[in-house]
């Protein structure tokens, strides 16, 4: 399946949305291995950050379809949608792209 992903890029002050379509074999793949995918497919300038990749520590913590979410435990197919925005958490300094203070 063909998932079109929205990420609200760039630093506090001069931020836009970029769009990367990706074809993916198995929805049930999470948001951050999407984010993942496109770094190393097709963008290796875009940041995000992420540790345990288990749902613990939170690093992934960002807004995903318009609720905060960790993007870690976030399936593609807990969406029910092919089209996905993601973005940096709110009332945080952003220092790039999905990466806050
Ligand atoms: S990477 Fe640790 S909670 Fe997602």
């Known amino acids: ?5 929205h990420v609200r890029r760039g ?12 074809e ?3 929805p049930r793949i999470t948001v951050l291995d ?8 097709l ?5 995000m950050r992420y540790a345990c990749r288990m749902g613990v ?9 318009g609720v905060p ?5 976030t399936k593609l197919s807990d969406l029910g949608t092919s089209e ?6 709110p009332n945080r300094n952003i220092i790039k792209d999905l990466v806050t203070d």
């Open 11 to 22: 630093a506090a002050g001069r931020q836009y949305y970029q769009t990367y379509e990706v």
């Open 84 to 89: 996905i925005f993601v973005g940096p958490l």
């Open 57 to 65: 520590c939170g690093a992934c913590a960002m807004v995903i379809n």
């Open 69 to 73: 979410r960790l993007a870690c435990a």
């Open 1 to 5: 399946m063909k998932v079109k992903i």
């Open 43 to 47: 963008d290796g300038t875009l940041s």
């Open 34 to 41: 999407l984010l993942i995918k496109v770094r190393e497919d």
């Open 24 to 26: 993916v074999e198995d």
